[in-house]
């Protein structure tokens, strides 16, 4: 949100009215996900201090990364993470949506399910198409049956967004 002082609107609305006020200006087409950066987001919520003075309170050789870890309470960035996950998961269904270019869909029949591990009924041709001289007749061609049986499971990852990736977004 270039332009705007994020942390006065966090302060202002408090974190839920400011999650809310972006998700709806985000529904709204009034601002995109390319309209944040992590930066300023990360300032706004406060989690850039807290990593510093976690950084400064931290004994000699301790590691780091297990100070920021959610079980320790040192680093409270809960709105910066709810905020993130919200950008990130939208920016992915934007790359879903943009058909633009994969054909795909144009290649293949939708066929909508209500049931996991269906079984799909069609058939196969045996013998491809063949060359027919003039006056010729064309030749008997046979298929056979063939299923296809659908396999859903759930899949997914976790990304962690890093101090370093805060530290040096280019995003603006």
């Known amino acids: 949100m270039k332009g705007q002082n994020l942390q006065n609107l966090v302060e202002s609305l408090g974190p839920e009215g400011f999650y809310n006020k ?35 309170m931290a004994p000699a050789g301790a590691n780091l990364k297990s100070l920021l870890r959610e079980s320790n309470p040192g680093v409270g960035s809960n709105l910066f993470q709810v905020v993130t996950g919200e950008l990130i998961g939208r920016k992915v269904i934007e790359g879903y949506d943009d058909d633009s270019g994969f054909i795909g869909d144009k290649l293949v029949s939708v066929i909508p399910s209500r049931f996991s591990n269906q079984k799909i009924a069609g058939f196969k041709a045996l013998a491809g198409p063949t060359e027919v001289a003039e006056g010729h007749s064309y030749e008997e061609s046979t298929f056979e049956e063939k299923y296809v049986t659908s396999e859903e499971s759930k899949q997914g990852r976790i990304l962690s967004i890093s101090e370093e990736l805060i530290t040096f977004d280019q995003t603006g």
């Open 22 to 56: 972006i998700c709806t200006l985000l529904n709204e087409k009034k601002l995109s996900v390319d309209d944040f950066s992590y930066y300023e987001l990360a300032e706004a919520c406060g989690v850039l201090p807290q990593l510093n003075r976690v950084r400064e």
